[in-house]
C-alpha cells in the first residue's frame, strides 16, 4: 500500500517487496540452490487477503517452487499468468484504494475535460475569423487543461498525512550513514529493504548496504525474478500473436 500512496499505482516494485515481507517474517523461506536457481516454500498459513493472492500469483496451487520450475509453468501458461498477475495489481489496487489516500477526482476530472474539449472544438470553429485572441493560443491552453485534468490526483487530509511521513522516512534511507547502518540489527536492515522497493530509492540503499557487507542477494534475486516472470510470459504472449 505504501507503493500505492506514493504513486497511485501498483508496481512491480510493490510485488518484489511484497514477497521480501513474506520471507523477512519467515512465512516463506527462500533457499539458493545452484546457479541462478533457488527455491521458495510457503512455511505460515498466517497470510492476510492480499498476501494470499500473491502466493497464488507466484505458487499457484503449490507450496514449494524452485526458479526453474516456476519459468517453465510460465512460458507454457502465460496467459494464465498473465490474467492472474492482472487480477492480483486490480485487487491490490482496490484494497489499497479502500485506505482513504485520495480524493475522488472523478467528476471534477469529467467537467475539467469536458471543458478542455470544448475550448479545443471552438477554438478550431474560430479558425480563420478575426478575434482579439488567436485560436491558436486557445487551443495550446486548452490541451494544457486537459492534460492536467486526466492526470492530476489530489490526497485526502489521510493521505498527505502519510505520505509525508513516507516521505520523511524516504528521506531517512536517502540521507542514513554508513556508520548509523552498521549498528542496525539484520531485522531492521531488512525492513528497510522491503520499504525502499516500495519508495523507489533500493538502489541508493544498496550501496550504502554492500559498503558494510550486508548480503543483499535475496532482494537482488527476488527483482530479478518478478521482471523475469512478466518478460518470460509476455515474450510468449508476443510470440504466440506474430505465429497466429
Partial sequence: KVGYLMKKRISNNDIVS????????????????????FSLKLVSDELD??????????????????????????SKN??????????????????????????DMIIPKIIGISYSVIGVIASILLMGKS??????????ISFLSL?????????????????????AFK????KVSINELKNKNDDTLNMYITYSLALNNYDKLHKKLNKIGKDTY???????????????????????????
Fill in 131 to 140: 478575434i482579439y485572441f488567436s485560436p491558436f493560443i486557445i487551443i495550446f
Fill in 18 to 37: 511484497s514477497l521480501l515481507n513474506l520471507i523477512y517474517t519467515n512465512k516463506i523461506e527462500f533457499k539458493k540452490i545452484n546457479g541462478n536457481n
Fill in 49 to 74: 487477503e492480499q498476501q494470499k493472492k500473491l502466493i497464488k500469483l507466484i505458487f499457484d496451487k503449490k507450496d514449494n517452487i524452485t526458479y526453474c520450475k516456476v519459468i517453465s509453468r510460465v
Fill in 78 to 103: 502465460h496467459n494464465y499468468f498473465i490474467n492472474e498477475y492482472s487480477n492480483y495489481i486490480t485487487s491490490s489496487t482496490f484494497d489499497s484504494e479502500e485506505e482513504d489516500y485520495y480524493v
Fill in 147 to 167: 492534460i492536467y485534468f486526466i492526470f492530476v490526483n489530489k490526497k485526502t487530509m489521510r493521505g498527505n498525512e502519510y505520505y509525508s511521513r513516507w516521505i
Fill in 218 to 244: 535475496i532482494s537482488d534475486t527476488m527483482i530479478i525474478f518478478v521482471n523475469t516472470l512478466l518478460n518470460v510470459a509476455y515474450n510468449h504472449k508476443n510470440i504466440e500473436l506474430y505465429e497466429n
Fill in 171 to 174: 528521506n531517512y534511507l536517502n
